[in-house]
Structure formats: C-alpha cells, structure tokens
C-alpha cells in the first residue's frame, strides 16, 4: 500500500530531529511569553528591540527581512513601541520617503529589563547542559541550519 492509498504516517515521525526542535522552539517561545509579559512586553517587541539595537538606523522593510515577519506585522509593533517611547523614527539621510528606526532611552531600559530575563532563560538552558554540551549544542545546532539551506 502506498502512502496515497491511505497509510498513515507511522509513529516515528514524533522522534524526528525536525519534531524535537519545533517542540523545543514552542517551550522556549512560552516561557519567553510568561517571562516578559510582567514588562509588558513580547518575544517580538524584543526581537524588534534588540535588532534596532544591534542595528540603528533600520527601516521597517528591513526588519521585516530579518525577523521573517511581514512588513504590516513589523509596522504594527513598530507604531506600538513608538507609542509607548521605546523608538523614534528618523529621517534616511538619502531616501526622503524611508525613515530609520533607533531607540530612545527608554527603548534602552526597556530593551536590558528584558534581556535580563532571556539571559536568565539561557542560563536555565546551558546549566542544565553544561558548558561542553551547551558549546556542542550550539555548534550542532549551526549544522542544521547550514544542511538546511543547501536544501533551498
């Protein structure tokens, strides 16, 4: 019988590496949730945060790029955390019509109050790993996303 006349996909598929990382993925991006939400604040406003700081002067559509998000997506968290004075935008120097995202000071207290709390998540991980496994992890881990975009 072939998959196509109707046989169901076998138990196995639950042990895959691909299943084990999405579960890890859903737990880490949960307790990320509940740990930020007491600073009002979302996985995403830290991404976003934490990319404008790595980065200053972005747009929007860069952004965008970065964090796999669509641009109304990015524009959304974009005018929330600009209302709540975490951002400013600015003027592209050469692009009249583009305007650059960087953070205020607030934006800056905001972005190591959360930090602190992905830090402490982190080390929650890498105690738990030790530092060898921890290292060996990080490096397998680079493994799968370079195996995977040979696929692309």
């Known amino acids: 019988m072939t998959r196509d006349e109707g046989e169901s996909v076998g138990a196995a598929a639950l042990d895959r590496v691909i299943w084990a990382l999405r579960r890890a993925e859903l ?27 790595v980065e200053p002067g972005l747009t929007g559509a860069e952004l965008a790029r970065r964090l796999h998000l669509t641009p109304q997506a990015v ?25 650059e995202l960087h953070l205020t000071d607030a934006g800056r207290q905001a972005l190591s109050s959360a930090d602190a709390v992905i830090a402490s998540i982190e080390q929650q991980i890498t105690t738990r ?3 060898d496994n921890a290292a060996r992890f990080t490096a397998l881990l680079g493994e799968v996303i370079d195996a995977v975009r040979d696929t692309e």
């Open 27 to 53: 737990t880490v991006r949960a307790v990320k949730e509940q740990q930020l939400r007491p600073l009002g604040m979302a996985p995403a406003h830290y991404s976003l945060l934490i990319s404008v700081h």
């Open 129 to 131: 790993l030790g530092p």
């Open 75 to 99: 524009a959304s968290l974009v005018a929330r955390l600009t209302e709540r004075g975490h951002l400013e935008r600015r003027p592209h120097p050469r692009h009249r019509h583009v305007q």
